[in-house]
């Protein structure tokens, strides 16, 4: 690449098991690229396995960036990790590289792409006391005490979703507004304002999608996926914690604790995976206009089709 060109960046989405990871690879290997995690799970340490991190093989063909950096004690906002991305873009730009942003978190990838608003700061002891209340409470409760403070956000959120639930009560308990309202007033300012960014997204059918998400979570076990979770387990973090409600953790968890027989585990992480999928395919199709789309699970047969895109996108003013 050119190290006179500063600004260009390839955005490679989609959901889960559709193949972007080795996509990524593919045009790292191609382009002088480096791969930066946009994946909300795969920041953490001690989950490589479970949450299908790139291999200590992919990672030797090809730079990558933010995979491990964090502690799974640690909670990673998207607010926290678009800091770290426009770092590792800068970083990137810095050495002539294409940054290649991959990842299945489209709320991280936005926060990069057009910003994230200026909020009030919340006081630290509104923070705890917003923790408190949901380990009083639990989720079921919290989310309607939620929901009485900001009906908008609450419709938007799963009762398990603990960290955004959070969020909005914090807020809400600190300026007396809904988080919601200062969503709509808050205008984001781009992190990279000169950002010359393309992205390409992978959308499987799901009758090729749901398979490959069962398929792949066998292989995780095999590979020593309830290790993993065992030493996460030893850590005794809370349960909150956004690392211990990967994919696969909490049903995993039921498995190791003696809850559920090991047949029962898996089959209720395969229906978890698969319902994670759907919402992000829905998220992506609604949020995200692509600059190229490939509607099927990523191979090397894509490859001269994506090539060629992104050779066209770096000659393009």
């Not at 050119?2 to 600004?7: A, D, M, P, S, T």
């Not at 873009?89 to 990838?109: N, Q, R």
């Not at 956004?242 to 994919?247: E, I, N, Q, T």
């Amino acid at each position: 690449m050119n190290k006179e060109v500063r600004n260009n960046l390839i955005v490679i989405g989609g959901p889960t098991a559709s193949g972007k990871s080795a996509c990524a690879l593919d045009v790292a290997e191609e382009f002088d690229g480096v791969v930066i995690n946009a994946d909300s799970m795969q920041v953490y340490e001690v989950l490589n396995v479970i949450t299908a991190r790139p291999s200590q093989e992919d990672e030797g063909r090809a730079p990558h960036r933010l995979y491990g950096v964090l502690p799974p004690s640690e909670a990673c906002s998207a607010g926290r990790w678009q800091a770290m991305a426009v770092a590792a873009v800068k970083e990137t730009w810095a050495e002539g590289k294409l940054p290649i942003v991959c990842g299945g978190t489209g709320l991280y990838i936005r926060t990069l792409i057009e910003g994230i608003g200026a909020f009030p700061d919340i006081p630290e002891e509104i923070r705890q006391k917003a923790m408190s209340r949901l380990e009083e409470l639990g989720n079921e409760a919290f989310h309607v005490e939620v929901a009485e403070r900001d009906p908008v956000i609450a419709e938007r959120l799963h009762p398990s979703d603990s960290q955004r639930l959070i969020r909005a009560w914090e807020m809400f308990e600190a300026t007396g507004r809904p988080l919601s309202q200062w969503q709509e007033e808050v205008k984001p300012e781009p992190p990279l304002p000169d950002l010359n960014a393309a992205t390409l997204l992978i959308l499987p059918d799901r009758a090729d999608l749901y398979p490959a998400c069962e398929t792949r979570f066998d292989a995780m076990l095999d590979q020593g996926a309830l290790d993993e979770i065992r030493a996460l387990e030893a850590l005794n973090l809370s349960p909150d914690l956004p690392a211990m409600k990967a994919l696969g953790v909490p049903e995993m968890l039921s498995y190791l604790r003696g809850e559920k027989t090991l047949d029962e585990a898996r089959d209720w992480a395969k229906t978890t995976t698969r319902r994670f999928a759907k919402r992000q395919m829905t998220w992506f199709r609604n949020q995200v206009e692509p600059d190229l789309l490939i509607s099927a699970q990523y191979s090397k047969r894509f490859m001269g089709e994506i090539f060629s895109f992104i050779r066209q996108f770096l000659l393009t003013p």
